[in-house]
């Protein structure tokens, strides 16, 4: 009767995963330590609190992180706003487009934020291409359209990195959502819109919340986004804050203090988050069977509002990362000159023409970015499964020891950056290494991300077959669970890549100039008004960003079909 | 302890009930172990396989104890309700798989998958996935894959309750005949009478994490020694033992002693032993002691195919009986052979 299944103590290799629990332990407990370290021992070697406790109460540090929390929140209410529509559309309506809106609205979780920030700027900015096709179509002197460099550019970037987010979680939530409860309510008398307030919205609510706390802490740990967008002192969050203290102003001390009350905000959103997952997953028990069919699309003007979500949402997230690819294919052929197509930047970026300024070391920088990704992906295919062995089972441990997966999820990667930045400091070698820790260090909780679930799967009666047949564990281990997990593995390590390749936050807080990335060099080429350089270096973060994306894709649907 | 088979004494509780069962399966033979859902039959195939681990007891398999020996080791194969065929390995890889761990050579492995193949009949169905069968495909291919581990002892976890109905008599017949011609030892659970019986050598009735009867099919449906065995092995009949004083007709009063004892003393007889005399012109066809129940008027009436299920109300009590024709009228008499009757005193045989 598949009762007692609970009962089967299938043990688990559990020694597997010790010399990844080490790693990781110690690559992310050291840098931690020594960033702690920092706060409470003055450069002179006194211990005190007292540099703790003037960062915790001075007015200026409570203004950063009030600041801080509050565009958070109105970044994760626009990304609510633009993604809930989304979210119902996808989950009660097939129409045409569907496939594409989905499609459109998985790209950026895979886009690196220094290209969002480079999209922003090429798409809004005031010389843009928005404002331009604006000028044109109203014949006007003035670019009408204000955007960039202030607070709206910080909210609106963070709306277009998050709504998909939003729109994902609670669409698969809905769509998986038991349909009998709605139809009970409808034959007891509760016409639609009550139906959806008693009934459906209560439900989803824990879903919404659940993405509303990750959204929000994606916000929280901002950090492109702001340096560029913002432009300028008056928005500063945390992680701005102390990526310059440490870096601009030199002052390791505040860094590391700024650092541990930024901690404490994110611990404490993880819990949250965590708690109303757990919430969510708890209240709902998913079945498979009564799933609603979807609803074609009936009517104009339900037709028409369709439409237009799907247009906005498709120019809203391809507007700007068409517009990097479009732009880095020009320059202009003199000072002032108008902007024709060429292959100038492409050229300088391959070592074909010796670049100008930050260009000659573009070249070094994509060998450099794709040296780092690949380690860091092939380090953590090893890492997560054997990880994996010790997270896939339910129960006290496991949850323990997921919560400490997770931890470098609640570390942002600016003091992730910082920990190595003091490390690499104290033993004077600032070699290629240090990015590589540091960013597998960002990466390996994705790559679990892929793989526990997938793990957790497996059905027992897999390996109890393989167990009854004459297999020991370890055997099972090789022959069974592995080559089910082959796909999640890849795409975790695909994700590793592509997170590597991207990851500026880290980078920038922990190597002094002679480390050269390619995020690193985008920035600097923003830095310095070279947009279209920075495009076309873009446009390969875009080119591997959607390949990776369309891989995993591909994987996920083999494993399904 | 040196009896050829299987052999187990084991106890084991779980917060939901105890497990306490005591049996052997013969060497070569194929019993059912069966009994309504939670009764433990599922629990008791795991510990038999070793997946848990009994609290106490022993497990000795053709002369040798097991009870301690690791899952893997045991050489029992253990066949799943929903096959749990390998996804990633097509038909001829599943059923290859327990060979490469015993280190049989590549070609051996080859010819025996496409022999056992064959045995399930399923010929040329190497290189399917698992995914491209149907149900009752899939579960030949898990019965060929427990085959290729050449099991001293073959489990089999309710095999066919996941098929529908045709198909699953069909291959109930053809897991008996691949029995006969592996002869492996094989223990089946199941919690279908009619499945049961229709292949098993013995059957073991087990209620509560206990057994209630081991024993033929014709001895578990015909002599069962609880009224649980009797009600959950097919249709009956349960009346007080008092009715007999009203209703016996006998010609030699001495061959009938009526003999009432202390306790819930009740009388038990299967529905196909009634006879049933609806025409009142005809003398009572049935000469030898029995019981009559005058008077009894039928409640309802329903086709089975092959015989109709009549239901009667006889004073306060329902009389079930089966018959080849729709009875004529709506008032019968019904009557059942001394010697078809069962008695039972607080639930335990007796008599």
């Known amino acids: 009767m598949g009762t007692k299944k609970e009962n089967i103590k299938t043990k688990t290799l559990g020694w597997l995963s010790i010399p990844a629990f080490v790693l990781l332990f110690l690559l992310f407990l050291i840098p931690l330590c020594l960033t702690l370290s920092n706060a409470v021992y003055s450069a002179e070697g006194g211990f005190s609190f007292s540099s703790l406790f003037s960062t915790f109460t001075s007015p200026y540090t409570l203004h950063v992180l009030g600041f801080t929390l509050y565009q958070a929140l109105l970044s994760t209410l626009a990304s609510v706003l633009v993604g809930l529509p989304g979210a119902y559309i996808l989950a009660n309506y097939n129409f045409t487009g569907k496939r594409l809106v989905k499609a459109v609205s998985t790209v950026p979780f895979v886009l690196p934020s220094i290209l969002v920030v480079l999209g922003f700027v090429i798409f809004y900015g005031n010389n843009g291409i928005l404002n331009r ?18 607070f709206k550019a910080i909210i609106l970037a963070h709306a277009f990195f998050n709504f998909p987010i939003i729109m994902n979680l609670v669409s698969t939530y809905w769509e998986h959502m038991d349909y009998h409860c709605e139809q009970a309510a409808q034959t007891l008398g509760a016409d639609s819109w009550r139906t959806f307030w008693n009934i459906t919205f209560p439900r989803l609510l824990p879903s919404i919340l659940s993405a509303c706390t990750l959204v929000f802490l994606f916000c929280y740990n901002s950090f492109a986004i702001i340096m560029v967008l913002g432009g300028g002192p008056q928005f500063t969050t945390m992680e701005v804050e102390i990526y310059r203290r440490a870096r601009v102003s030199m002052d390791n001390q505040a860094a590391a203090t700024i650092s541990i009350m930024s901690l404490l905000v994110t611990c404490l959103l993880l819990v949250l988050y965590t708690h109303l997952q757990k919430a969510s997953v708890q209240r709902e028990q998913f079945t498979s069977g009564n799933i609603k069919s979807k609803k074609t699309v009936q009517g104009f003007w339900s037709k028409f509002l369709i439409f237009l979500y799907s247009i906005a949402c498709a120019l809203f997230v391809l507007g700007p990362l068409t517009s990097v690819i479009v732009r880095s294919f020009m320059a202009s052929s003199s000072r002032s000159g108008a902007l024709q197509f060429s292959l100038k930047w492409y050229r300088q970026l391959f070592g074909l023409v010796k670049g100008t300024g930050n260009m000659g070391s573009a070249l070094s920088a994509l060998q450099h970015s794709m040296a780092i990704a690949l380690l860091v992906a092939l380090i953590s295919i090893p890492t997560s499964l054997t990880l994996a062995t010790a997270l896939k089972r339910k129960g006290f441990w496991s949850s323990a020891l997921e919560l400490l997966g997770m931890l470098p999820m609640a570390v942002s990667s600016v003091v992730i950056g910082l920990g190595y930045y003091l490390i690499s400091s104290r033993i004077h070698s600032s070699g290629y290494i240090m990015v590589v ?78 480390i050269v990335t390619l995020p690193v060099i985008m920035y600097q080429l923003i830095g310095s008004y070279n947009y279209q350089g920075a495009c076309a270096l873009g446009t390969i973060l875009i080119v591997i960003s959607v390949t990776v994306f369309l891989l995993s894709e591909y994987l996920k649907g083999k494993e399904n079909g | 302890m040196d009896e050829k088979g299987l052999t187990c004494s084991i106890k084991a509780s779980y917060p939901a009930f105890k497990l306490d069962v005591n049996f052997s399966v013969k060497k070569g033979s194929l019993s059912c172990i069966i009994g309504p859902s939670g009764c433990g039959k599922t629990t008791t195939l795991q510990l038999i396989s070793g997946l848990i681990q009994p609290d106490e007891g022993f497990i000795s398999l053709n002369g040798t104890d097991i009870t301690q020996t690791a899952v ?151 002599q069962p020694q609880s009224l649980f065995v009797a009600t959950f092995m097919g249709e009956s009949n349960i009346l007080p033992y008092d009715v007999i004083e009203q209703v016996l007709v006998s010609e030699g009063n001495d061959y009938v002693i009526f003999s009432p004892k202390d306790g819930e003393q009740t009388i038990f007889f299967r529905p196909e032993l009634v006879t049933i005399q609806d025409d009142m012109s005809l003398p009572f066809p049935d000469y030898l002691p029995h019981l009559e129940f005058r008077n009894s008027s039928l409640l309802s009436c329903t086709f089975q195919g092959s015989f109709y299920y009549i239901v009667y109300r006889w004073q306060n009590y ?8 729709r009875p004529k009228g709506p008032e019968a008499t019904l009557g059942v052979r001394l010697t078809n009757i069962l008695q039972f005193l607080d639930g335990k045989r007796i008599g």
């Open chain 1, 133 to 150: 096709f604006l000028m044109k179509l109203f014949n006007l002197s003035n670019p009408p359209l204000h955007i960039l460099y202030s």
């Open chain 1, 437 to 514: 820790l540091a960013h597998l260090i960002i990466a390996i909780p994705f790559a679990l991300r892929s793989v526990v679930p997938e793990y957790r799967k497996i059905p027992p009666n897999y390996l109890q077959a393989a167990h009854t047949l004459g297999a020991d564990e370890l055997r099972i281990f090789l022959t069974i669970e592995a080559p089910l997990l082959k796909n999640s593995l890849l795409t975790g390590a695909m994700f590793a890549f592509a997170l590597s390749l991207g990851e500026l936050n880290a980078t920038l807080t922990l190597s002094n100039s002679n």
């Open chain 2, 72 to 222: 893997n080791q045991r050489q029992i194969a253990l066949v799943f309700q929903d096959y749990a065929l390998f996804p990633q390995m097509n038909v001829q890889q599943n059923i290859t798989y327990p060979m490469k761990l015993r280190k049989v050579p590549r070609s051996q492995m080859v010819e025996r998958a496409t022999m056992l193949l064959d045995l399930v009949s399923l010929p040329g169905y190497q290189k399917r996935r698992s995914s491209q069968l149907s149900g009752g495909e899939r579960q030949r291919v898990a019965l060929a894959r427990a085959l290729a581990s050449e099991p001293e002892l073959m489990l089999l976890d309710e095999p066919l309750s996941a098929l529908d109905s045709q198909l699953r008599k069909h291959l109930r017949d053809e897991i008996r005949s691949l029995h006969d011609k592996t002869g492996v030892t094989m223990l089946y659970v199941t919690h279908d009478q009619g499945e049961a019986m229709a292949i098993a050598d013995s059957i073991i009735v087990m209620n509560e994490g206990k057994i209630e009867q081991i024993g033929s099919p014709e001895e578990i449906y015909n």
């Open chain 2, 318 to 325: 329902e009389i079930h009986a089966t018959a080849q024709k």
